[in-house]
């Protein structure tokens, strides 16, 4: 029997309200007060996230005042292990014993090539047998220029094909592939050009009005018509990006026979299939790599966040057909950082000898299941989605007016009231989705049965208190 259908599923596995709570308060304390006179406009989270923070271990941070709060932002997942997790305290300290280089360019070490070769293991045999690597400046984005730039310069085509509520990176370039118009808007024009945008399959609201098998079948009948039509209007892409779960744009997990799709029309094209595993990588979704699930071998796969055992890493692995690029084609001064690697072998070795991409999967189950109790008494959780640890909630209008597939409307006022309210119960979670409307979970992989049971508990106390203030 799985974790999941071991929970009680009756009326009084519900989560009620305890008899007296201890809320957190928060006034602005004199670091966030020099945080909001001295950074940038462009701060996002302390907007939302209110916080100080001074410590942390595991799951738990704790701020300047005391307080202690779940955290399952997880540094938008790259804290895979949680905070301070031992192995990774271990290979920085051995680094520095050893008196290592802390930064080399892309000069090779010991730590640099166990780091690779700890990362070619991990990968299915179909793309280690002839996987090439490329370290890139310590973050996603820039893995995603550096990709870009991979498949232009093979292909000889300049054309890349995203998807609708994709995330790929805030560079001008990434920033031309992301699904999200708001960040786009005020910059007028993008230096990124050539980027078509696909519909991407999300069930819940399939952009075909279909949904399930049929929505899948016409969203690839739609590709490949675009790709073989030679009356499309788009040239033959270099590329064609991809979240096997979108993230930021609110938890969509594609579905696997679509993913089998892409795979099918892209490698019949001819065109290269880069796959973006900076959030979903690394155990995150119940397998190693979120395409895994779907038994596909991408051209090239992205990768950071996790990678480098919270520390900033970033590279980009793909098939060597695609290696023509000249020496010096892509670099970046920060892209041999020796305690990063050090630390991302650490945490890769953790996950396999620790089998933690199964206990990722129980516990995903297990707070999927105490999610959809609670639906049972919160019509507003209109769609409880994800793989393994990567989960959201869109928030939904009970009384507002069904789309095309009959769902209701997203209850964009009710998140942030929502999240206000998990924050004042101690648990950290983001926003995602259309109009900001999903709830995300993404905590460290190693959380315990226990912890989901009362990261479900405060959410449903949360809720009932957000939805009561409405």
């Known amino acids: 029997m799985s974790v999941a259908t071991s929970l009680v599923q009756d009326q009084s596995a519900r989560v ?44 738990y941070v704790e701020d300047v005042e005391g307080r202690r709060f779940i955290d399952c932002l997880a540094g938008a997942g790259t804290l895979a292990l949680g905070h301070n997790h031992a192995v ?44 090439k690597i490329q370290f890139c400046g310590p973050t996603g984005t820039d893995a995603v220029e550096a990709a870009l730039k991979l498949v232009r310069t093979a292909t000889g085509r300049s054309t890349v094909l995203s998807f609708q509520g994709g995330y790929h990176g805030m560079s ?31 069930d819940y609201r399939c952009p075909f009005g279909l949904g399930g098998a049929q929505g899948v079948k016409v969203n690839l009948s739609y590709l490949e018509n675009l790709l073989s039509d030679p009356e499309a209007g788009v040239q033959l892409p270099a590329a064609v990006i991809v979240e096997a779960v979108q993230g930021e744009g609110g938890v969509i997990p594609a579905d696997l026979d679509w993913l089998r799709g892409l795979r099918r029309i892209t490698e019949k094209a001819g065109v290269a299939l880069i796959v973006d595993e900076i959030q979903s990588g690394f155990g995150r979704t119940g397998k190693m790599f979120a395409f895994e699930h779907a038994g596909i071998i991408p051209d090239v796969v992205v990768m950071s966040k996790a990678i480098g055992g919270s520390l900033p890493l970033a590279v980009v692995v793909y098939r060597d057909w695609l290696d023509t690029w000249l020496p ?48 049972r008494d919160f019509p507003q959780l209109g769609d409880i989605r994800g793989r393994g ?28 009231l929502v999240q206000r309210e998990c924050l004042k ?46």
Do not use: W
Not at 106 to 119: A, G, Y
Not at 334 to 359: D, I, K, P, W
């Open 172 to 202: 001008q370039g990434a920033l031309s592939l992301m699904g999200s118009l708001a960040p786009k808007k005020p910059m007028a024009a993008l230096l990124g050009s050539g980027v078509q945008f696909m519909p991407y399959p999300y």
């Open 328 to 375: 010096g084609a892509h670099a970046g001064t920060f892209r041999g950082n020796q305690m990063a690697m050090a630390a991302g072998s650490a945490v890769m070795r953790y996950l396999t000898e620790h089998r933690v991409c199964e206990h990722a999967t129980a516990m995903g189950e297990r707070l999927g299941e105490h999610l959809r109790i609670l639906q």
């Open 425 to 470: 119960r101690g648990l950290i979670l983001e926003l995602g989705g259309r109009h900001g409307g999903v709830v995300r979970f993404l905590p460290p992989l190693v959380i315990t049965c226990g912890e989901i049971d009362q990261v479900a508990e405060i959410f449903g106390r949360a809720m009932a208190a957000a939805t009561a203030s409405l």
């Open 88 to 131: 990774v305290i271990e290979a920085i300290r051995q680094v520095l014993a050893d008196e290592l280089p802390l930064h080399t360019l892309d000069l090779t070490t010991p730590v640099k090539d166990q780091f690779v070769q700890d990362l070619f293991a991990l990968l299915p045999q179909g793309l280690a047998g002839e996987a």
């Open 389 to 416: 640890l990567m989960l959201g909630v869109e928030l939904v209008d009970p009384s507002g007016v069904p789309d095309a597939q009959g769902h209701p409307p997203i209850f964009a006022r009710l998140a942030p």
């Open 16 to 59: 009620a309200p305890a008899p007296a709570e201890t809320l957190y308060q928060f006034n602005e304390s004199p670091l966030l007060a020099r945080q909001t006179r001295q950074e940038s406009n462009a701060r996002s989270y302390p907007r939302r996230i209110p916080l100080a923070l001074k410590r942390a271990k595991g799951i």
